[in-house]
């Protein structure tokens, strides 16, 4: 099957800094990748998608980067801070009847 | 107003003893999931039906059976548990079959001794 993976396990940042989660995919076939954040104790929360066809996307404090070059994905997150402390997923979406593959995650650490 | 919901949100059960897990979403989606969370939050995809129909099986025991009674209910029914089926099972939905912002539950930990 499709392989989603994180470079990083943990990233611990300062609060106010930027944060730069990483993920590398294998499927060239994937048509969307997306970005989910879990809280301890809830379910992942949709963060924003990107279509395979761009290479930009910005949303509020967020911005993710797809190189398709290298099959690389990665989340920025703008002004970090303590609320952001969670684990996030990246996903790709593809395939026949459009499954989610999860990547394993990355824990952030904001310290205050 | 929880957007899904999962009942219970803990469940400790004996090997063998068979289980359910409910889930409801209030969305209007068409579209509802089972994913499985590991120790090491590794979040795999288990079951997705789409208007009651099932579109996908990933590789389950067949002891695992969802039944959607209508597009906004799937339920999970366990047969024969087993330790490793301790995880925590979170069901989701999203507007249509791929599409890629999906509402989670907030998750049902099974716990088999």
């Known amino acids: 099957g499709e392989s989603v993976g994180l470079h990083l396990p943990t990233l611990s940042v300062q609060e106010g800094d930027n944060s730069i989660i990483n993920c590398a995919y294998s499927n060239s076939a994937s048509d969307y990748f997306i970005w989910y954040k879990q809280e301890s104790g809830k379910g992942p929360q949709f963060i924003i998608d990107?279509?395979?066809?761009?290479d930009k996307r910005q949303g509020q404090r967020v911005t993710v980067l797809l190189n398709k070059t290298v099959k690389h994905l990665s989340l920025q997150i703008a002004a970090t801070q303590p609320g952001d402390s969670a684990v996030y997923f990246c996903?790709?979406?593809?395939?026949?009847?459009?499954?989610?593959?999860f990547g394993s995650g990355t824990k952030l650490n904001v310290k205050p | 107003d929880t957007a899904v919901s999962q009942t219970p949100k803990y469940l400790v059960t004996q090997m063998g003893n068979d289980k359910s897990i409910k889930c409801e979403q209030n969305l209007g989606h068409d579209t509802m999931y089972w994913y499985k969370q590991d120790s090491k939050k590794f979040l795999k995809i288990m079951f997705s039906y789409n208007n009651k129909e099932l579109i996908i099986n990933e590789t389950v025991p067949n002891r695992f059976s969802p039944k959607s009674p209508d597009k906004a209910h799937l339920n999970l029914h366990i047969n024969s548990l087993e330790l490793g089926d301790s995880a925590v099972y979170f069901c989701a939905s999203s507007f249509r079959t791929g599409g890629t912002e999906a509402f989670f539950g907030q998750g049902t930990r099974l716990t088999v001794v």
């Open positions: 996903a790709e979406k593809g395939g026949n009847f459009n499954k989610f593959y």
């Open positions: 990107i279509r395979s066809n761009m």
